[in-house]
T-cell receptor, first 115, second 115 residues
């Protein structure tokens, strides 16, 4: 069963505009959420995270919003740049998993930023 | 400060052979995680190890797969008698010893192809 879902497999945005990537989760015990960016033939690179005690976290052009009641989070990238073109994975973890940082990943959204 | 190192980057095995994938965590990290990414899918957790201990192997297939993280040397993911369905990208991640709910850092992955 897919506990973390990214329902949009792809997204195309013009350079300079805002990119909004969405993620839904089903397990209310998750208490930490992360976004990773992945280029082809490379490993995922950490972008930004948010704890369940917050509803927003910002780092430069990247902002993550968390709506716990809706079990929904989103990643906003503004302004979008061509170098942002990659696959973005949403991931979740929780202390209920028995310690450590075992991550449950969504299936990813391919972002393409066009000139 | 080297990142997570995985080798080999690419591995080709014939059906029935053994595959050994190696992972050296970041300096100072003693938690290692292995994930598998099948084509067109997200990353799936396989196993979580600390030095000389398997903490959580709930994502490991019951047969042919094993993992270790010895006191000295890299973590090893071993797949015996490989089959075509084992073809995937295998990623290792590491995180610091004492922190929960922090980001995990990924290696570049090993792409296993079974022919």
């Amino acid at each position: 069963d897919q506990q973390v879902k990214q329902n949009s497999p792809s997204l195309s945005v013009q350079e300079g505009r805002i990119s909004i990537l969405n993620c839904d989760y089903t397990n209310s015990m998750f208490d930490y959420f992360l976004w990773y960016k992945k280029y082809p033939a490379e490993g995922p690179t950490f972008l930004i995270s948010i704890s369940s005690i917050k509803d927003k976290n910002e780092d430069g052009r990247f902002t993550v919003f968390l709506n716990k009641s809706a079990k929904h989070l989103s990643l906003h990238i503004v302004p979008s740049q061509p170098g942002d073109s990659a696959v973005y994975f949403c991931a979740a973890s929780g202390t209920f998993t028995g310690g450590g940082n075992k991550l449950t990943f969504g299936t990813g959204t391919q972002l393409k930023v066009e000139l | 400060n080297a990142g997570v190192m995985q080798n080999p980057r690419h591995l080709v095995r014939r059906r029935g052979q053994e595959a050994r994938l190696r992972c050296s965590p970041m300096k100072g990290h003693s938690h290692v995680y292995w994930y598998r990414q099948l084509p067109e899918e997200g990353l799936k957790f396989m196993v979580y190890l600390q030095k000389e201990n398997i903490i959580d192997e709930s994502g490991m297939p019951k047969e042919r797969f094993s993992a270790e993280f010895p006191k000295e040397g890299p973590s090893i993911l071993r797949i015996q008698q490989v089959v075509r369905g084992d073809s995937a990208a295998y990623f290792c991640a590491s995180s610091p010893r004492t922190e929960l709910n922090t980001e995990a850092f990924f290696g570049q992955g090993t792409r296993l192809t079974v022919v």
